[in-house]
């Protein structure tokens, strides 16, 4: 029985799962090595951090909310510079609406009309 | 019969391995051009390089994320250049048989030339040299490709440090934390005189590209006072043997 594990068909069988065992985690680990994936992942980073640095400089910052912004962004002794393009801060409130009365809206074009 | 039978099989088996020797012996013999375009490429790649260096390229980027989540990034570059350049030098050839890839340096000495924004440089004779790589077997074009994507990567960085780059993004501020939901960058601009310091691989495979563009060298050039003469702007750009970032993305749908 012995002599039969260790000759034969078995033995080739036993030798393949060896080598799939000794193989598979250096196929694995040089799957690792190189790749795109630290690179965008790096890039996510630094975008986010650049748009923080940018919604920090507008000014009347909401404690909550949306900020939406538009801004040309050169670099000045390494450091980046803001020229804000366009800045929106669009309001939200948690209030009741009522159906059952007016609603002024308070613009230039309908006070004119006045 | 049996016997004759035996003898046929044995003198087939002859004239196949024969004529299997006698092909892969005549291979060599045979794979003439190989070498020749691969050459070939290697300097077209090399003479591409010199335009984008003295001449410029038109670069165009853009980078998206949602939610700033890897998975939801998107980045693209792209670069377009068009000249005639006489005297290009091919001052080094090196082909290795084995890996079939063929490396080219190659330079030009130019007193003035008119750049892709339509300015005439005046380059006093200066020297410019670059170097490119080639294969004509796909195989080996991987750490080739990975070096392009470096090249470009540092060219879309030196024209964001340079130019500068349109930023629009979408932010939610919550207790006065901020969450960046989405943020977009876009760059359309021209570069030239940019130059390559150094590149190379890492032991993962991944190339880089160390970039320079002299802003002192630049204004004197072109005559013209740019912000920041003293500055050298540096930047490193890198590029991917393989997209390990769709393929994890590709996974993650599937499942």
Same mark, same amino acid.
């Given at each position: 029985?012995?002599?039969?594990?260790?000759?034969?068909?078995?033995?080739?069988?036993?030798?393949?799962?060896?080598?799939?065992?000794?193989?598979?985690?250096?196929?694995?680990?040089?799957?690792?090595?190189?790749?795109?994936?630290?690179?965008?992942?790096?890039?996510?980073?630094?975008?986010?951090?650049?748009?923080?640095?940018?919604?920090?400089?507008?000014?009347?910052?909401?404690?909550?909310?949306?900020?939406?912004?538009?801004?040309?962004?050169?670099?000045?002794?390494?450091?980046?510079?803001?020229?804000?393009?366009?800045?929106?801060?669009?309001?939200?409130?948690?209030?009741?609406?009522?159906?059952?009365?007016?609603?002024?809206?308070?613009?230039?074009?309908?006070?004119?009309?006045? | 019969?049996?016997?004759?039978?035996?003898?046929?099989?044995? %003198? %087939?088996?002859?004239?196949?391995? %024969?004529?299997?020797?006698?092909?892969?012996?005549?291979? /060599?013999?045979?794979?003439? &051009? #190989?070498?020749?375009?691969?050459?070939?490429?290697?300097?077209?790649?090399?003479?591409?390089?010199?335009?984008?260096?003295?001449?410029?390229?038109?670069?165009?980027?853009?980078?998206?994320?949602?939610?700033?989540?890897?998975?939801? =990034?998107?980045?693209?570059?792209?670069?377009?250049?068009?000249?005639?350049?006489?005297?290009?030098? =091919?001052?080094?050839?090196?082909?290795?048989?084995?890996?079939?890839?063929?490396?080219?340096?190659?330079?030009?000495?130019?007193?003035?030339?008119?750049?892709?924004?339509?300015?005439?440089?005046?380059?006093? &004779? #200066?020297? =410019?040299?670059?170097?490119?790589?080639?294969?004509?077997? /796909?195989?080996?074009?991987? /750490?080739?490709?990975?070096?392009?994507?470096?090249?470009?990567?540092?060219?879309?960085?030196? +024209?964001?440090?340079?130019?500068?780059?349109?930023?629009?993004?979408?932010?939610?501020?919550? &207790?006065?934390?901020?969450?960046?939901?989405?943020? #977009?960058?876009?760059?359309?601009?021209?570069?030239? %005189?940019?130059?390559? &310091?150094? =590149?190379?691989?890492?032991?993962?495979?991944?190339?880089?590209?160390?970039?320079?563009?002299? +802003? #002192?060298?630049?204004?004197?050039?072109?005559?013209?006072?740019?912000?920041?003469?003293?500055?050298?702007?540096?930047?490193?750009?890198?590029?991917?043997?393989?997209?390990?970032?769709?393929?994890?993305?590709?996974?993650?749908?599937?499942?």
């Amino acid at each position: 029985m012995v002599r039969a594990l260790r000759s034969g068909p078995l033995r080739f069988k036993r030798l393949s799962i060896l080598l799939i065992v000794v193989a598979s985690p250096i196929v694995y680990c040089s799957d690792a090595f190189a790749g795109n994936k630290e690179m965008v992942e790096e890039a996510v980073k630094e975008l986010d951090e650049l748009n923080k640095e940018a919604v920090r400089q507008i000014s009347e910052l909401p404690s909550s909310g949306k900020v939406e912004l538009e801004t040309t962004v050169t670099y000045q002794d390494g450091l980046p510079v803001f020229d804000f393009t366009s800045t929106r801060i669009p309001t939200e409130k948690i209030q009741e609406i009522h159906f059952n009365e007016g609603h002024k809206i308070d613009s230039d074009e309908r006070k004119g009309h006045k | 019969m049996k016997r004759y039978e035996i003898g046929s099989n044995l %003198l %087939l088996r002859t004239f196949i391995v %024969l004529l299997v020797t006698t092909v892969l012996l005549a291979q /060599p013999g045979l794979a003439g &051009n #190989k070498k020749i375009m691969t050459t070939t490429a290697a300097k077209v790649m090399a003479e591409r390089a010199l335009i984008e260096s003295v001449y410029g390229l038109k670069i165009r980027a853009t980078e998206t994320v949602q939610d700033m989540v890897a998975a939801n =990034f998107s980045g693209t570059t792209e670069t377009k250049t068009s000249s005639t350049m006489k005297g290009v030098q =091919f001052d080094e050839v090196i082909y290795d048989e084995t890996k079939d890839v063929a490396k080219v340096t190659a330079s030009v000495r130019l007193d003035s030339i008119k750049n892709i924004d339509d300015q005439t440089l005046d380059l006093k &004779n #200066k020297v =410019f040299r670059r170097v490119a790589f080639a294969t004509s077997t /796909p195989s080996q074009a991987g /750490p080739l490709k990975a070096l392009r994507a470096a090249e470009l990567d540092a060219y879309k960085q030196l +024209v964001k440090k340079v130019v500068g780059f349109t930023l629009e993004s979408q932010t939610t501020v919550e &207790n006065y934390i901020l969450t960046s939901d989405l943020v #977009k960058t876009k760059v359309i601009a021209t570069i030239f %005189l940019a130059t390559v &310091n150094e =590149f190379g691989w890492t032991e993962t495979g991944d190339a880089y590209v160390k970039m320079a563009l002299s +802003v #002192k060298e630049v204004s004197e050039i072109l005559g013209q006072q740019v912000i920041g003469e003293s500055e050298v702007i540096e930047v490193e750009g890198a590029g991917a043997q393989t997209d390990d970032f769709t393929e994890q993305r590709t996974k993650k749908k599937r499942t």
